[in-house]
């Protein structure tokens, strides 16, 4: 292995995503050489010995993919020191390997998460320049005006800050399908409010071209070759 940065070795060793390895750096949590680090700048090889915890870690050669249909009242993070319930609680007895969700998707949200130990693929699906679209089925608390719905395909403002066009079906009656292309926190929530409505429901139904299909409430399934390929070529 050529020397690469530290946060990405975490990644490749399925501690976590690198976003979430550079604040375990920063934390002091990771040795290497038995020497703490906390700069981002750190590279290693094949000849380090890289420590989180106090555990030895080494790059994962077996990826795991897995699509989870996330009910509300599960957080999207791997422990919470609350011993709140985790989206880790959902896959625990049947996934032994470590994985990690990719994102987030919020407490009182459902649907699509996708969980993996595959560091580049986290990366580039959370990276904002990539711009991979999220589906959202979403229930209001009335019903809205086709003004409305058209304001929030030309964009509202959100915490100051103009969001992105959005594509906007009107399924029927309170319901909607919005498709944004951000990810900033609690974006839809946050455009609904903009509008003058509130969510009652929102269930994401997919990622990019990865769809969540008929996989029931709290189960999981493994993503499929050609959903992995497509994935890679984001």
């Known amino acids: 292995m050529d020397n690469i940065r530290l946060q990405k070795f975490l990644a490749d ?3 976590a995503s690198r976003r979430k390895a550079e604040e375990i750096i920063e934390a002091g949590r990771v040795k290497v050489n038995d020497v703490k680090i906390t700069e981002l700048g750190t590279k290693v090889n094949d000849n380090d010995v890289v420590m989180v915890d106090g555990k030895k870690v080494k790059p994962v050669f077996k990826k795991i993919y897995i699509l989870l249909n996330k009910p509300v009242g599960y957080l999207t993070t791997v422990t919470d020191d609350r011993g709140r319930n985790t989206v880790m609680d959902l896959i625990k007895t049947e996934i032994h390997e470590r994985v990690f969700p990719v994102g987030r998707l919020d407490y009182d949200t459902e649907g699509l998460l996708l969980l993996t130990n595959d560091g580049d693929i986290t990366y580039s699906l959370t990276h904002p320049k990539h711009e991979v679209t999220k589906t959202y089925v979403i229930t209001l608390n009335e019903v809205p005006t086709p003004v409305m719905v058209d304001k929030l395909r030309k964009g509202v403002k959100v915490d100051n800050r103009k969001t992105m066009p959005s594509e906007v079906d009107w399924l029927k009656d309170n319901i909607l399908k919005i498709t944004i292309h951000e990810g900033r926190n609690r ?21 990019g071209n990865i769809q969540l299909g008929n996989v029931p409430l709290g189960r999981w399934r493994h993503l499929t070759k050609s959903e992995v390929d ?5």
Do not use: D, T, W
């Open 187 to 207: 974006q839809v929530r946050k455009m609904i409010e903009a509008v003058g409505y509130e969510v009652v429901e929102l269930k994401r139904v997919s990622i």
């Open 13 to 15: 060793c399925g501690v």
């Open 230 to 234: 497509y994935l890679r070529g984001v």
